[in-house]
């Protein structure tokens, strides 16, 4: 059985969930179910997922958007996890298709930084307490996008 990559559904949200959590993302769930749904639904936003055997494996997110200095749609990868025990070409086949997919649908170039700022898994386990649900809090996640507004944002 070889891996697969297609478009991610509502129904693999608890897989993607959990491979998120496997790579330092803890948010809040009923903030990601909304945007979970919403992302994959939204023409400037690529969720897919890797899946071998019927399990999911793999997750890559990528937005698009357009950039001036480029003249055209700039690609950005923002999320990548893939399982522990997943085959070795499931990280080429997703980034290969989800690269691939966005070069359709028109982006002159490509950025590669998934999970850029996002703390290890252990440190941000260990470093969030975890309330009553067994979740640790999304504080980590709220700093991550404070930290990319300030650096995108001109002075």
Known sequence: MGVSVRPASLQDGVAVLSLLEEVGYYPEPISFAQTFRKTIHDPHFLVRVAEEGGRIVGV??????YQLGIGGILAC???????KEAPGSAKRNLLRATIGRARALGAIRVLKDANRNTPPPARGRAALPRPRGGRPHSASRV?????RSARESPS
């Open 60 to 65: 890559a997110t990528l937005s698009l958007r």
């Open 77 to 83: 990868l923002d999320e990548l996890a893939v399982a």
């Open 143 to 147: 700093s991550d996008s404070s930290a």
